[in-house]
């Protein structure tokens, strides 16, 4: 039996002697491309029951089935970190969803803001680049792509315990990031569009009570870099890095 080094996301419970039929594009994935076959190793995880291994047991063109055979990793969760982001270029917008999979996002919130270009996204597509990233970071969990919203309606329904990261580009070069003392828990972090805020956003979200306004450095970044620079700040001051 060969090691089981692919890793597969599948929509289906995973535990012991369980069963898990394949779809055509994962059976064409795994015979075709990667040239498995009958008895070959495979991990599996679907973002709830941790990783497991899994054995080939029928492999076809159209469909197979293969057989959970040992956990080999618990359910890990990302730390409870949303982020939201105004979406941008179709490319940058990808490379964001991948990138906040990696870092550890828990979910992932394309926002409208006042000069977000985008009117709409394809919720699916971006949500298949998470999976894809979990796939390859070695992730047992997928971040939840969420529907897009405006930012004055994620405001507006704010969930009250949790704090709210704002990268503010009108800080850029003051004093920096983080402030120390921070209270872990549940946390945003909020990234702008190319276009930056408005006057009437930034005042709004520097008036709320969960928001702190902070400075990536005293250049501006594009928004796809602001992203994975954000991430990297919160997750070494409040999250899973320590
Ligand atoms: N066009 C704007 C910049 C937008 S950059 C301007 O020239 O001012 C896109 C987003 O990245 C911003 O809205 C902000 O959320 C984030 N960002 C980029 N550089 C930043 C910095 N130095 N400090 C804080 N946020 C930054």
Redesign the pocket.
């Known amino acids: 039996m060969a090691t089981a080094k692919i890793r597969l996301y599948v929509d289906h419970p995973l535990g012991q002697g369980q069963t898990i039929p394949l779809n055509r594009d994962q059976a064409h994935y795994l015979f075709a491309v990667m040239r498995l076959g009958v008895g070959d190793a495979v991990l599996l995880f679907n973002g709830r029951d941790g990783e497991w291994r899994a054995q080939v047991v029928e492999a076809g063109k159209r469909g197979g089935l293969l057989r959970a055979e040992e956990r080999m990793q618990d359910l890990q969760m990302p730390p409870d970190l949303w982020l939201l982001f105004a979406p941008i270029k179709k490319a940058r917008t990808d490379f964001i969803v991948e990138k906040a999979a990696e870092m550890g996002a828990r979910r992932i919130c394309p926002v409208q803001t006042d000069f977000t270009n985008a009117e709409r996204i394809r919720q699916d597509r971006l949500q298949a680049h998470a999976v894809e990233a979990a796939e390859q970071c070695g992730g047992t969990f997928v971040p939840e792509v969420c529907a897009l919203q405006k930012l004055g309606q994620v405001l507006a329904n704010w969930p009250k315990d949790r704090q709210l990261m704002f ?3 009108a ?2 070069g003051r004093s920096s990031a983080l402030a120390g003392g921070l209270a872990k828990g549940p946390w945003a972090i ?8 408005s006057e009437v956003e930034r005042e709004r979200l520097h008036a709320l009570p969960f928001t702190h306004a ?10 796809d870099t ?1 992203a994975v620079a954000a991430m990297t700040l919160w997750q070494q001051a409040l999250g899973d890095w320590q």
């Open positions: 990268c503010d580009e800080r850029a909020l990234i702008g569009p190319e276009g930056g805020f902070v400075s990536l450095g005293p250049r501006i970044l594009r928004a602001a």
